[in-house]
Structure formats: structure tokens, C-alpha cells
């Protein structure tokens, strides 16, 4: 099911208070680590000499980041927290069309204006640089390049793998392949947290509100999974998850 999204009046990520970002320092074992043994380690450090333009910007849950239409002069690399992609029809519904946590970007776009809107689905921090600044920096970085192209390519193909799971698989199968996927792209791939609604996860996969919590329910009761304070998940049973995909 897709739900009814109501835009209230949000602060924009240009009108806000920013705070100039500096380059993070990095040392191996007490001596000075090179720039490429930084970049083979981590390919975001090739964004380092960005931090004089960059800048941290921080958004209270269901703050708009961009929206929909808006110009893409700007892109955001998430620093922690976890933001919902929205994508409106034409009669006003919503479709959440992706998750991003943090290391994820948003506005690395072939268009010149935003193709989704983006929103924080809990307090979240991110970094904010000048898009063309950014498209310079990954032509002339192999690594970073090659990293952001592993980001592309694993997004479409979470998204090829929903739309199959949308047309073609039960509520608990969907469910099921999304607790997975979340703890893939958790620090601790066994406990993490979800930190959007029920509503998101329903938009998200193409269901109701009432059915997420059923199943969700269901895989608690059946000692599959553990939920704390609503949010916070446990999976105890990978093998059974799995099986419930119908890949197991």
C-alpha cells in the first residue's frame, strides 16, 4: 500500500545553520599514514580535501533534507542516522523508494534537479558538499570512484530485488528479505536498529501498516527475531529468515 504523505513546513538543508567541517586526522601506530594507504582503506578520504567547502548539517527526525524538483546543486554523504527517499504520484500519495544509512549519498544524480525528496526518519548528521566539487573529485579518484559505482550498482539491485518481491512474493517473504537486507548494511549485522516507521517499512514494500506488525509479530512469537523498545532488533534465527525469503 502506498500512504498519503502531508508536507508540513520544514526547514530547507540551504536555509540552515551549518558548521564548517575539518579534516578529520588519521594516524597509523603513532606515524603519519600515506594518502593512498588512507584511500585503499577507506575511499571517502579522497573527500577530505573538500572539508574547507563541506560542511556537517543535522536534521531533527522527518526533516526535509531536499526535495523532490529542487535544484541539485548540493550532495550529502550520511554521517550517522538513517533517511527515507520519497517519491510522490500524482494523486499525492508516497512511495518510499529507499533506505539510506550512514557512508550512503544522496544527490549523485545524472539530472540537474532532485529526483526524490529526502527526509531524516530519525535525528540524523550528514556532510554537505558542492555537487560539482564532488563529480571532480570522483573522476580524478579511482578508488573513490570505483566505491561510488558499488553503491550505485548495490542500490539498483536492492531495487531490482524489491520489485520482484513487491509483484511476485507473500507479506512475510517481503519482510523477511528487508530484516535481512537492514542487517547487511548494519555496523553489528545480528542487532540494529529501525529506525523508521512502520508506515515506511509498509510504503517501502508495498504493503499495510496492520500486516508489517502482524509479521513482525509472528517472527518475535515464533523466536525468529527480537524487538526491544520498537525499534531495536534482534535477529535470532538467520536460517529461519531466510527460509521464510523462500531462498533458504
Not at 525499534?231 to 521464510?244: K, M
Request: with cysteine.
Amino acid at each position: 500500500m502506498i500512504g498519503i504523505q502531508t508536507r508540513t513546513s520544514r526547514t530547507r538543508a540551504s536555509q540552515r545553520t551549518v558548521t564548517p567541517a575539518t579534516a578529520p586526522v588519521r594516524a597509523v601506530r603513532g606515524r603519519a599514514e600515506s594518502h593512498d594507504a588512507r584511500l585503499r582503506r577507506d575511499p571517502l578520504t579522497a573527500l577530505d580535501p573538500l572539508a574547507s567547502a563541506g560542511a556537517r548539517v543535522s536534521f531533527k527526525r522527518g526533516e526535509e533534507i531536499v526535495a523532490e524538483g529542487d535544484a541539485a546543486e548540493y550532495c550529502y554523504k550520511v554521517v550517522s542516522g538513517s533517511v527515507r527517499l520519497v517519491k510522490l504520484v500524482a494523486d499525492g500519495r508516497r512511495q518510499v523508494c529507499e533506505f539510506l544509512v550512514a557512508g550512503d549519498f544522496i544527490g549523485l544524480t545524472a539530472e540537474a534537479d532532485h529526483y526524490f525528496t529526502a527526509e531524516a526518519t530519525a535525528d540524523s548528521v550528514l556532510m554537505r558538499y558542492p555537487r560539482r566539487q564532488v563529480e571532480s573529485v570522483i573522476a580524478s579518484t579511482p578508488a573513490l570512484a570505483r566505491h561510488v559505482h558499488k553503491l550505485t550498482t548495490t542500490g539498483l539491485q536492492r531495487a531490482y530485488e524489491r520489485m520482484v518481491l513487491i509483484c511476485h512474493m507473500s507479506a512475510q517473504e517481503r519482510i523477511a528479505w528487508f530484516l535481512l537486507e537492514m542487517g547487511k548494511r548494519s555496523a553489528d549485522s545480528d542487532t540494529f536498529m529501525l529506525p523508521m516507521t512502520r508506515a515506511d517499512i509498509a510504503d517501502y514494500l508495498g504493503l499495510v501498516i496492520e500486516t508489517v506488525s502482524r509479521v513482525l509479530t509472528q517472527f518475535k512469537t515464533a523466536g525468529t527475531i527480537q524487538v526491544r523498545n520498537i525499534n531495536r532488533v534482534t535477529l535470532l534465527d538467520r536460517d529461519a529468515l531466510e527460509a521464510a525469503t523462500g531462498e533458504g
